[in-house]
């Protein structure tokens, strides 16, 4: 089975611009979640879809969103994008929703903002 | 927040040790999970264990928990070069939504 994909892989945007990042997770994956990695801050979750609907969120501001399509693939979406968001993103994927279902990260997407 | 902290924050040890590395927590959790992350890369799932469960191996992997200090170890036996990496705790709370928080990672060197 090919695992969770990103794309793209790396990206430079500058201030004030807005940026979409793309997750294919495993096939039969229903969950996709986004993690946003920063030295600073570390891991941390942005939100999770499951069945095209948002379940969990994390506490970023609203200029993140998401969205998942029929067949599972997530986008997320910044917008106005300021210096801080430069970050690797992390999607993952799992089965389901319930505890203790392994979830399965993709390479990541790598964001600079200028 | 980070909800997982680990320690220490840095390890240098060399080819054939074991490392062992410790993760501590603050609120209820249904499950402790521990992965590894190459270079900046995509995390990869190394174990999980869950909160009745005092201890898990996996090949050269041992992991324990002890729900009333709050804190998991995780040793990793007769190290490689390979095991180079950062490694995560993340927890799974106890709330209506199941949700990993990391804690800030542990970068290993294994020295050959």
């Known amino acids: 089975k090919a695992g969770v994909t990103q794309t793209p892989r790396y990206l430079i945007k500058t201030r004030g611009q807005q940026v979409t990042l793309s997750c294919s997770p495993i096939s039969g994956h229903r969950s996709v979640s986004w993690y946003q990695q920063t030295p600073g801050q570390g891991l941390q979750f942005l939100f999770e879809?499951?069945?095209?609907?948002?379940?969990n969120k994390g506490n970023f501001p609203g200029r993140f969103s998401g969205r998942q399509f029929s067949n599972s693939r997530s986008e997320m979406n910044v917008s106005t994008l300021e210096l801080g968001d430069s970050a690797l993103y992390l999607c993952?994927?799992?089965?389901?929703?319930?505890?203790?279902?392994?979830?399965?990260f993709g390479p990541g997407t790598r964001l600079l903002v200028l | 927040s980070q909800q997982g902290e680990e320690d220490p924050q840095a390890l240098s040890i060399q080819e054939g040790e074991n490392a062992t590395m410790n993760c501590s927590y603050k609120?209820?959790?249904?499950?402790l999970q521990w992965y590894r992350q190459n270079s900046g890369r995509g995390l990869v799932h190394l174990i999980l264990i869950r909160s009745n469960e005092r201890e898990k191996h996996s090949g050269r992997l041992r992991v324990t928990l002890d729900t009333s200090k709050k804190s998991s170890s995780l040793l990793i036996t007769a190290s490689r070069a390979a095991d180079t990496a950062s490694y995560f705790c993340?927890?799974?709370?106890?709330?209506?939504?199941?949700?990993?928080?990391f804690g800030k990672g542990i970068t290993l060197s294994v020295r050959p």
């Open positions: 993952a994927s799992k089965t389901g929703t319930g505890r203790g279902v392994t979830q399965y």
């Open positions: 609120t209820s959790i249904n499950n």
């Open positions: 993340a927890t799974d709370g106890t709330g209506a939504n199941s949700k990993l928080t």
């Open positions: 879809y499951f069945s095209e609907t948002q379940r």
